[in-house]
């Protein structure tokens, strides 16, 4: 096989994606695309070169096609510029919006009440969410107001809105968050949140699928 991989003499190739899963793709131009992705990542040819450990003047002959990359410095390419492999020879798919949006105005979020927290649900409106925003105000002040670690599939974010919380975790120790602290975690972890303030406190939390 050539050397230099040209979309007109190999219309198309197959690779292996990160669960070595062997597929078809179309090729492009390797040095084309390698700028692309380096261009849309906001990397000039010196910053891209420290990420990748490839000498700025090579990753130049890549991108103006006077040189055709090896599969060891591809493999450097993705690592550092954090991108899969197939990457490098296809082209990525358009963006295609799908309009979706969901204004919910200030107290008009839907109530859920239970025995710990307080939860306003923010943009009902739309199904299939990949977030779930709400509010909520936590009541809850002990771990034995719970008697059991809360557990869920995804990963979440919160926000203290107003007050301080203590945020419980398995494998943590316990942490003290005031107003506009947050934290980022994952939510299939044994976890909980508690006042540690005088009034109950308000949080934003933000549950990724």
């Not at 292996?16 to 899963?21: M, P, T, W």
């Not at 299939?128 to 925003?133: G, I, L, R």
Request: hydrophobic share 40%; net charge negative; no cysteine.
């Amino acid at each position: 096989m050539n050397d230099k991989v040209k979309e007109d003499v190999y219309p198309s190739m197959t690779v292996a994606d990160s669960q070595n899963e062997v597929r078809a793709v179309n090729t492009v131009a390797i040095g084309a695309q390698l700028k692309a992705i380096r261009t849309k990542n906001k990397l000039t040819l010196e910053e891209a070169s420290k990420r990748t450990g490839l000498a700025r003047s090579t990753l130049s002959k890549i991108e103006n096609e006077q040189i055709s990359p090896t599969f060891t410095v591809m493999q450097k390419l993705a690592t550092g510029l954090d991108i899969e492999l197939p990457q490098l020879f296809t082209k990525p798919q358009a963006i295609q919006a799908t309009g979706r949006r969901d204004v919910t105005l200030a107290g008009q979020g839907r109530s859920h009440l239970t025995s710990t927290y307080e939860h306003e649900l923010l943009a009902t409106q739309i199904s299939n969410k990949k977030m779930m925003p709400y509010k909520s105000r936590v009541h809850a002040r002990s771990f034995d107001d719970f008697g059991e670690w809360v557990r869920h599939q995804g990963e979440e974010y919160l926000l203290v809105l107003d007050g301080e919380v203590q945020l419980l975790t398995e494998f943590y120790e316990p942490v003290n968050l005031a107003a506009g602290d947050s934290v980022y975690y994952d939510a299939t972890m044994g976890h909980l949140v508690v006042s540690v303030s005088e009034e109950d406190a308000l949080i934003l939390w933000v549950t990724a699928k």
